[in-house]
């Protein structure tokens, strides 16, 4: 018996010495992010809609239909018009699906979905928390809840869409091509070798391929690697998406050349451009117009304006060092010159958002390492009108705080998502029977997409930030400059 007790102590002891080792400041950012996802979760409550796995019905009977031996592109989901209008590579990755349940397929995709957008974010967010001397797990941890909460991910979760782990495929490239970028040994002239990279990124390109044969849209990202002359990724995301495509062919020939021979230029099947969830310009011009298509020409002519100007956008803000934003803008110009962007499309303002977000955090950093000045001898002030002085005490929290208020504004416009109270559809309703704020709230993601094309600035000298090697190579040929955000 007191062998039994004192075996008994020595365990609560190890317990009692296990809880002083947790740091207070872990429980609270504990209960912090677990009171971020539940306000997130009544968030979605609050403005999202009744989810059922609607798209992901379709997938799961389309492939159930497939499996019995019919004509995958044949199918027409029970009550509605809509059938599958993925290629056949899709069909095949989704084939398993028929062996399970629409509630379990869609529970799974929506598992994987989060654990990928988790990823991805850690892999944006580690250079700026990195930075910021702040713990990876709860940033993220906060930044998952939250971007889960806006629109494109409450949709593609509850739809049972796979635009996150398109994301996701795009977003490795990125990593992909961080890797490359630092791969070898890094060298300290005092401490010897520091660190050797087993990833060299060779495979950067694989994730735009996969993502483009899965859906064409990714495509827009091959010509970007084209433009911006990165040869070899380009070459392997070409070689990837004809690979897939030819081996799809080999297996299932029958669909692939249904789909490519006429299911591909079916675009009734989708749904008509003036839908309200569709956030592109061809659905913006057909709501201006109050037509259920878009002008054809008129929409030529301002996707051709739009894809110059995002694709130029893009290369310039790859050339001043930030990868990050060239990848957003790209995705964003995907979004507004596609014909049909659903709002479960649109997931490449959550980056846009980091982008912000980081915009104002390193104007404000800089502008605080502005050097003081004295001027007759008083170095915080002085006469007024005597220049040269140090900015006052308050410049810091002032700088940057545009890109705050956008970052933050942005947030709140894709959380709110204000356009379905005035969701409208042709010929029943007339999509001004709000009058023009309700045309206003009914395009509002649209416009916001176009401005973001536009207008997010890219951040000149993040490439250190996020290639840490690289600006420890080139150090010592030239001098760092301070990391200010442009417009």
């Not at 001397?133 to 739809?159: D, K, M, N």
Request: glycine share 10%; charged share 15%.
């Amino acid at each position: 018996m007191p062998a039994t007790v004192g075996r008994r102590a020595g365990r609560f002891a190890q317990v009692q010495r296990l809880i002083r080792r947790i740091d207070r400041r872990t429980v609270v950012r504990l209960g912090v992010v677990a009171a971020v996802a539940y306000a997130a979760w009544l968030a979605v409550g609050l403005f999202g809609r009744p989810y059922n796995f609607f798209d992901m019905r379709i997938y799961h009977g389309a492939v159930v239909w497939w499996a019995s031996g019919r004509e995958l592109y044949e199918f027409i989901s029970p009550g509605t018009t809509l059938g599958f209008t993925y290629p056949p590579f899709a069909g095949l990755l989704m084939l398993p699906m028929a062996y399970l349940s629409v509630g379990v397929a869609g529970l799974l995709n929506a598992v994987a979905s989060i654990a990928a957008l988790a990823v991805v974010l850690a892999a944006l967010l580690r250079p700026i928390i990195d930075r910021l001397a702040w713990p990876l797990w709860f940033t993220v941890g906060i930044a998952t809840a939250l971007a889960l909460a806006l629109e494109p991910a409450r949709e593609t979760l509850g739809y049972g869409q796979v635009n996150l782990l398109l994301f996701a495929l795009v977003m490795g490239d990125l990593v992909g091509l961080r890797w490359r970028s630092r791969r070898g040994t890094r060298y300290d002239p005092t401490a010897g070798p520091l660190h050797r990279f087993v990833f060299s990124g060779a495979w950067a390109g694989v994730g735009i391929g996969l993502a483009t044969a899965i859906k064409l849209t990714p495509a827009l990202f091959i010509v970007y690697l084209v433009i911006t002359r990165q040869w070899r990724v380009a070459a392997t995301a070409i070689g990837t998406t004809i690979g897939v495509t030819f081996a799809s062919f080999a297996v299932v020939g029958a669909e692939s050349r249904a789909y490519f021979g006429g299911v591909l230029w079916q675009t009734e099947r989708v749904g008509a451009a003036d839908m309200t969830p569709n956030q592109s310009l061809a659905g913006l011009l057909a709501r201006l117009y109050d037509s259920i298509d878009s002008p054809g020409l008129l929409w030529l002519a301002f996707s051709v304006l739009l894809l110059a100007v995002g694709l130029s956008r893009a290369a310039t803000a790859r050339a001043d060092g930030d990868e990050l934003t060239a990848f957003t803008l790209v995705g964003l110009t995907a979004n507004v010159i596609s014909p049909i962007s659903w709002t479960h499309h649109l997931v490449w303002v959550i980056p846009a958002i980091i982008i912000l977000a980081d915009g104002a955090l390193r104007r404000r950093d800089a502008s605080r390492g502005l050097p003081p000045r004295v001027t007759n001898g008083l170095p915080d002030g002085g006469p007024p009108g005597v220049a040269g002085l140090r900015p006052p005490i308050w410049y810091p929290t002032l700088t940057g705080l545009r890109h705050g208020v956008a970052a933050l504004g942005l947030y709140l416009l894709f959380l709110v998502s204000p356009i379905w109270p005035y969701e409208h559809q042709l010929p029943e309703v007339s999509h001004y029977h709000h009058g023009l704020f309700g045309v206003l709230m009914e395009n509002s993601l649209a416009l916001a997409l176009i401005v973001l094309v536009a207008a997010l600035p890219w951040r000149p000298g993040a490439e250190p930030a996020f290639y840490p090697d690289r600006a420890g190579h080139q150090a010592g040929r030239r001098t760092h400059r301070p990391v200010v955000t442009r417009s």
